[in-house]
């Protein structure tokens, strides 16, 4: 264990991933880029509102759990959570009615109802399926690095897992259950955490509607960046070493070839035995000599990124009513929305967008009598324009806001407003297009065929984050950063760790 680590970048990832190789005894030194650990689940403070950056769902809350034991720390020593009641509410663009949802059958099923009459058994069903595979998928693959085909369809998956819809696309699977086009989206929605679009998705990640409508949505007291700061907290505990403000600017290597050592922006260099990467896989391959990178610019530009977004971070004098903490707005033409994301990129004509109001919930994130919204609009990454167009277009999404989110004169109580969308992505975090997330999870993208966490070229050369496996998400960096560890220590189970 005295081979010396170095971690690029302190994302989700790359914080877990330090910890769980300080426990075991490697000396771990973590270099972030930026003034911030946390990665894309930053957080800033100005004219008395506290806004998280980036995500805002807290999912999954057994795989933070699992994390969390492993070692040897329990989540509610770290994280106030709460659970959110109702989880969400859906606004349907130009039907003037929303509606809201628990991430409990028997409070969520009359509202289906109402949406698609006798509905009530066939969702019963459908996340009964869910469940299965989503236990599945946590015990067959989810926790195991697979190099071929033949790693992902091991006995237990290939039994097991003939219900895993892995080769079905998820609009298919889902309109095969129901019909309305308003029950058909809230069963598709959840694919945009994964950056993903339900026309080239695999119906496998229907295990989504098991962690939405079974599971619960939670929120840590004093915002989602709670969970990096206290990853850092159990880090410094363990001895691992944090830089911020390092930007790596190159990888250097000895013959073989293996890694040797990293120079900083400012020249410095720092020598290690093994790095592990947390910085997305094209910026981390850019850092090598061209012969040592595993994907050439023409494996890049084929790639389908996962959307970018324009964000507002917006502080409001007064109370919103209409609002609870996490909302939705859909799109009606559901198939173009999709598409102006993903395969004819332009602004969106009718948007879907996504509002989370966490001073609903945490007082401290907003002054007294005031409203702390996030807004998020899911946009094409690559998307080019002016800041004045940036601005017409936050401009047209609050109209849009005031009136189908029955939310009038908002504009006029915004006392604090920033702009955060596709440049500030890819200067800010290093990101490929100013994607927000990574790289979607397509057909063509998804389990063996996304990114590997081994460098093929560069012995040593690891990666955790969204761009490897399993993929986009908070909860599931921690799983990125326990396949990274296992590659490690050469472990290749399919289990989750019971130790370190
Ligand atoms: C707007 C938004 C909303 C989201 N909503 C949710 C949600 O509600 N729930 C959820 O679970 N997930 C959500 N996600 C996804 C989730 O936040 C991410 O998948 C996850 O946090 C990414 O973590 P990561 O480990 O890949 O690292 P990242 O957060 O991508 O961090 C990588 C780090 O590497 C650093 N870096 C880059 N280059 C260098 C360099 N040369 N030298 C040093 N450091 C470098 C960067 O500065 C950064 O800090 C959201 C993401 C975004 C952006």
Redesign the pocket.
């Given at each position: 264990m005295n081979q010396k680590i170095i971690v690029?970048?302190?994302?989700?990832?790359?914080l877990?991933f330090a910890n769980l190789a300080a426990k075991k005894g490697y000396p771990v030194t973590l270099?972030?880029?930026?003034e911030q650990?946390?990665?894309?689940?930053?957080q800033f403070s100005e004219a008395g509102f506290t806004f998280d950056?980036?995500?805002?769902?807290?999912?999954?809350p057994d795989v933070f759990q699992s994390y969390f034991d492993l070692l040897g720390e329990k989540v509610e020593d770290h994280l106030h959570l709460v659970r959110l009641d109702p989880s969400y509410r859906i606004f349907f663009q130009n039907q003037g009615r929303s509606f809201d949802f628990y991430s409990d059958l028997e409070r969520d099923i009359p509202t289906f109802e109402s949406l698609e009459p006798g509905v009530g058994p066939v969702l019963r069903d459908y996340l009964e399926k869910s469940k299965y595979q989503y236990e599945i998928a946590i015990r067959g693959f989810m926790y195991k690095n697979n190099d071929t085909i033949f790693d992902f369809l091991n006995k237990q998956v290939a039994i097991e897992g003939r219900e895993l819809e892995v080769f079905s696309k998820m609009s298919d699977y889902v309109n095969k259950h129901f019909k309305t086009d308003e029950v058909q989206k809230i069963m598709q929605y959840t694919l945009v955490?994964l950056g993903s679009s339900p026309y080239n998705t695999p119906a496998l990640y229907n295990i989504m509607s098991h962690i939405d409508f079974n599971m619960g949505v939670f929120y840590p007291k004093g915002g989602?960046h709670e969970i990096p700061k206290a990853l850092v907290r159990i880090g410094e505990k363990l001895g691992v070493k944090y830089r911020t403000s390092?930007?790596?600017?190159q990888i250097n290597t000895r013959r073989g070839p293996s890694v040797k050592s990293v120079r900083l922006e400012n020249g410095e260099k720092i020598e290690a035995d093994i790095i592990v990467s947390?910085?997305?896989v094209h910026?981390t391959e850019s850092?090598l000599p061209r012969p040592y990178r595993d994907h050439s610019q023409r494996y890049w530009n084929s790639r389908k990124l996962a959307p970018s977004?324009l964000?507002m971070y917006l502080g409001v004098e007064g109370k919103v009513d209409s609002l609870t903490h996490h909302n939705l707005l859909f799109s009606p033409d559901w198939k173009k929305n999709f598409a102006e994301i993903f395969d004819a990129p332009q602004w969106p004509t009718d948007p879907s967008l996504y509002i989370c109001v966490p001073s609903k919930t945490d007082p401290s994130v907003a002054p007294e009598g005031c409203e702390n919204l996030f807004v998020?609009v899911p946009i094409a990454a690559r998307t080019e324009y002016t800041e004045d167009e940036l601005e017409d277009q936050s401009n047209r999404i609050l109209r849009l806001i005031e009136k189908e989110m029955d939310c009038p004169g908002l504009r006029e109580r915004i006392i604090y407003k920033k702009l955060f969308s596709v440049k500030d992505?890819e200067s800010?975090?290093?990101?490929l297009g100013g994607t927000?997330?990574?790289l979607s999870h397509t057909m063509m993208q998804t389990a063996i065929l996304r990114p590997n966490n081994r460098s093929k070229k560069v012995e040593n050369l690891f990666y955790?984050?969204?761009?490897t496996n399993p993929g986009?998400?908070?909860?599931?960096?921690l799983i990125?950063a326990e396949l990274a560890f296992k590659r490690i220590i050469g472990d290749t189970t399919s289990a989750h760790l019971a130790s370190v």
């Open positions: 690029i970048g302190g994302g989700i990832g790359g877990a270099l972030e880029k930026n650990l946390g990665g894309v689940a930053g950056m980036g995500p805002s769902w807290y999912l999954m955490f989602i390092v930007p790596i600017a947390n910085a997305s910026h850092l977004a964000i998020l992505f800010h975090y290093n990101k927000a997330l990574g955790v984050g969204a761009d986009i998400g908070m909860p599931i960096q990125s």
